[in-house]
């Protein structure tokens, strides 16, 4: 996690523009595999259209909760005004950074994670912001057509997503109008690494978290060319947590990337398997799991068992303050990545 001395001072700047918002522009609407979406212009930002919410993934809950994502169904002909960031996925904050580090690094944690409490499952959304003049003149056309940086935020898989306000591109593509910014949030922490012993035995102990980053690489080739940008021209952009995605997606993907270019900002695949603990007696979800009513089971009967827990259950354990019993109490790291080639090559194909 970096911090800089411009995107602290502009933080009051961004949080101040967000209050006083435009609606969506119903005259300009695009047809997307997700369903039709209108684009909205933030007043200080005019020259910058920004569709906040679009899903790219069925919600995963249920039966699809600690599974691959799925890409999401066309909902229908009604325009939807995407006039709002995503709500976050759901947040873990380990012991670390509970008291036990300096207040600056508290504080820089803070930062990074955005909007702490309004988070969900249902997350896997990404944000675009485009350059008015790409939408407006050059829709459908080849000639003209802009390239496309994929944002893939940090947070050490357990904290971050879109609504982290001194990583919003608005900023950036109103000065450039040369590009266009897709942000996209992945499941964190036990939702995206769960590293369940039930999924070690039926062979999909998975990075759910670098899937659902592949679904939505999936989506912006599928669409972003209805927006002006070229789906030929995609760099697949991480920092920390996400440079250490981006790195791993080239080893997970090699022969149909998608994407033409990836920038590694502080990180990569191999540097955190030093960070990692042993991941291959599955304890922290087994731990999760007796927290959550689910202890005492069989692999299989357990990851059935954390399927059905209620999804305020989960955060509440996630979220709970030092003493109160929760993941933090427990000292759960929640990032263990599984060690098998398995977790990486999920439908190399596709």
């Given amino acids: 996690m970096h911090l800089n001395f411009l995107a602290l001072v502009s933080l009051p700047l961004l ?3 967000w209050t006083a918002s435009k609606y969506g522009d ?28 679009i899903p790219f993934a069925e919600t995963p809950v249920g039966d699809l909760r600690f599974a691959p994502p799925l890409a999401k169904k066309y909902p229908g002909d009604k325009v939807i005004q995407a006039t709002k960031l995503p709500r976050g996925c759901i947040q873990y904050v380990p012991l670390l950074l509970r008291g036990t580090v300096a207040d600056s690094l508290v ?9 702490y409490a309004n988070t969900t499952e249902d997350c896997l959304r990404l944000s675009l912001f485009i350059p008015k003049n790409s939408i407006a003149e050059k829709k459908g056309a080849k000639d003209g057509r802009l390239p496309v940086v994929i944002w893939i935020h940090g947070g050490g898989y357990m904290i ?3 609504n982290v306000p001194y990583q919003l591109a608005q900023p950036w593509v109103q000065r450039s109008q040369k590009h266009i910014v897709v942000q996209t949030q992945y499941r964190l922490n036990i939702f995206g690494l769960p590293n369940a012993a039930g999924l070690a035995k039926e062979g999909k102990n998975l990075n759910l978290a670098l899937l659902d980053q592949r679904l939505a690489v999936k989506w912006v080739r599928d669409n972003i060319a209805r927006f002006g940008g070229d789906p030929n021209r995609i760099t697949l952009w991480g920092e920390s947590a996400g440079a250490y995605a981006t790195d791993g997606y ?10 033409k270019g990836v920038i590694a900002d502080s990180g990569n695949a191999l540097a955190i398997e030093g960070s990692l603990g042993d991941a291959r007696n599955h ?8 927290h959550l009513g689910c202890g005492d089971l069989s692999p299989e009967k357990e990851l059935q068992c954390m ?4 999804e305020h259950k989960l955060k509440e354990y996630l ?5 109160q019993g929760g993941a933090a109490d427990d000292g759960l790291g929640l990032i263990q990545i599984p060690n098998k080639r398995s977790s990486l090559d999920w439908n190399q194909h596709e």
């Fill in 15 to 17: 949080a101040s523009a």
């Fill in 26 to 53: 119903n005259s300009l609407s695009f047809n997307t595999s997700s369903g039709i979406f209108a684009p909205f212009f933030e007043p200080s930002y005019p020259d910058v259209a920004a569709f906040l919410d």
């Fill in 107 to 115: 504080s820089a944690a803070n930062f990074q994670r955005g909007d």
């Fill in 160 to 162: 971050g997503g879109t």
């Fill in 250 to 259: 080239l080893f997970a993907w090699p022969h149909n990337p998608i994407v």
């Fill in 283 to 290: 304890s922290t979800f087994s731990i999760a799991a007796k």
């Fill in 307 to 310: 399927k059905g827990v209620p």
């Fill in 319 to 323: 979220q709970a303050e030092l003493g």
